[in-house]
């Protein structure tokens, strides 16, 4: 009998066929698959006989002490984390080319000692030109240009360092695996040898990964599974704020953010999200209306801006830029069955001041006030704000954190919030509030009035 059977594989994703094929299934690659002899498996074995039993802990017995949590001394990062970096931890953090991934690398390499900053992407000589510009002078921060990963796991070890910073992931590969740095196997194959040499050795490696707008193959997304924190950095290249979110994290929460702003020496934290956010507000105009989301367990304050104009064509055009296009679809549809609006003959354009992505359906009653205020061509008082969710029916429901939305409120020197009516209204003072039934009252009250 054979030993070994015929197979092919893509070298780019690792796909298995039963026959060749000039382009891979699976990735769309021309040229990439490739003949292999596949050795055919033995019956199994019974493995307590082979294999030794581990030895096992009771969970009364395993001592904290030792994996205490180090600060990286940036306050929002922290947050995120969940406090601190848990010794022994592999952490992924993924952004689009440009948000600021080496950048927020490096300054956290500068900060925290016994730290090796890996990059297969720049020599040290680039690295340090980058550094010069961020204005970083560590004495204790290493440098090292490499992309073998038996070579980078093998330097962590030897030098028994506390962090180490791989940039980027897609840049490194291992002689144990075949085909070039950057596809699955390979990616797949460093992270695992990367997760088994921190949970030994108690060494925290963060893996910086690129993420193209659409997913692309042998990003973070096929590492997020295997990885034990997931940090994902978005914003606009064309704004300063820049926001880090938790994936995924198995020692802390994932609904916490921390707001950094880009600056010429690098990422800057921003301590009161709220006040920066709405900080070079102008004079009110028709259309805008300050609301309070939340972010995690702090609230904060934004900007919805609305533009209501007469459609020149058949069909009006909806536009949205960092709030879902549906759902204004249906905020639209809301207003315009029961408050009596014609938007149907209206174009609508929405847009989030500061280049951020609001979810929450909390938002929605600011919504709605902007884009009547913006058909109606009147102008809302200068201290107010409002949160709320809109149902189908036009009615406003409440949301939870009334009381941090409202206190975030008066703090930053509004006066008025217009909130539901189903809501605990907690007494706060000098803050007058609202309350709004549907969107019907919305127009009569505060739009006509």
């Known amino acids: 009998m054979k030993n070994n059977q015929i197979i092919f594989t893509c070298s780019h994703c690792g796909a298995q066929f039963q026959k060749w094929t000039g382009r891979c299934l699976e990735c769309g690659k021309w040229g990439t698959v490739e003949q292999v002899n596949a050795p055919i498996g033995k019956e199994k074995e019974d493995l307590s006989k082979n294999y030794l039993p581990i030895k096992t802990e009771k969970l009364k017995d395993i001592s904290s002490q030792n994996f205490k949590r180090f600060q990286s001394n940036i306050s929002e990062l922290d947050r995120v984390l969940g406090g601190g970096i848990v010794p022994g931890s592999l952490i992924l953090l993924g952004g689009e080319p440009g948000v600021g991934k080496s950048t927020l690398a490096l300054q956290l390499a500068n900060i925290i000692p016994e730290t090796i900053y890996f990059s297969g992407e720049e020599s ?91 997913g692309a193959v042998a990003g973070p997304k096929t590492l997020e599974h295997l990885v034990d924190t997931v940090l994902y950095l978005e914003g606009d290249r064309f704004h300063d704020f820049r926001i880090l979110r938790a994936a995924k994290n198995r020692f802390g929460p994932t609904d916490e953010v921390g707001v950094f702003t880009m600056e010429k020496d690098g990422l800057v934290e921003v301590k009161n999200p709220s006040a920066a956010m709405i900080s070079e507000r102008n004079e009110p105009v028709p259309g805008t209306v300050i609301t309070a989301i939340m972010e995690g367990t702090r609230p904060m304050l934004i900007e919805i801006q609305a533009l209501v104009t007469k459609t020149n064509f058949g069909f009006p055009q909806r536009r949205a830029s960092g709030f879902d ?125």
């Not at 009381?403 to 209204?425: F, H, M, Q």
């Open 124 to 214: 040290t000589q680039q690295i340090k030109m980058r550094a010069l510009r961020l204005n970083i002078s560590s004495p204790t921060l290493e440098l090292a240009s490499a992309t073998n990963i038996e070579t980078i796991i093998a330097t962590s070890l030897t030098t028994k360092c506390k962090l180490a910073i791989i940039d980027s992931i897609q840049t490194v590969y291992s002689d144990e695996v075949a085909g070039e740095a950057g596809n699955i196997s390979q990616v797949r194959a460093c992270t695992v040898k990367l997760l088994e040499a921190a949970k030994k050795n108690n060494i925290t490696f963060i893996l910086v990964g690129q993420v193209t707008k659409d």
């Open 325 to 449: 296009l549906n759902r204004l679809q249906v905020l639209i549809g809301v207003l315009s069955r029961r408050a009596g609006l014609p938007l149907e003959s209206y174009d609508v354009f929405l847009n989030v001041v500061g280049g951020l992505t609001v979810d929450e359906p909390a938002a929605d009653l600011a919504v709605i006030l902007a884009i009547a205020s913006g058909l109606k061509d009147k102008t809302l008082p200068p201290g107010l704000a409002a949160f709320g969710e809109v149902g189908l029916s036009g009615e406003v429901r409440p949301v939870n954190h009334t009381e941090k939305r409202l206190t975030e409120i008066k703090n930053l020197g509004l006066e008025i919030a217009v909130i539901p009516l189903s809501s605990k209204i907690p007494k706060i003072t000098g803050l007058k509030t609202a309350p709004i039934k549907n969107v019907q009252e919305v127009v009569e009250k505060i739009i006509q009035k």
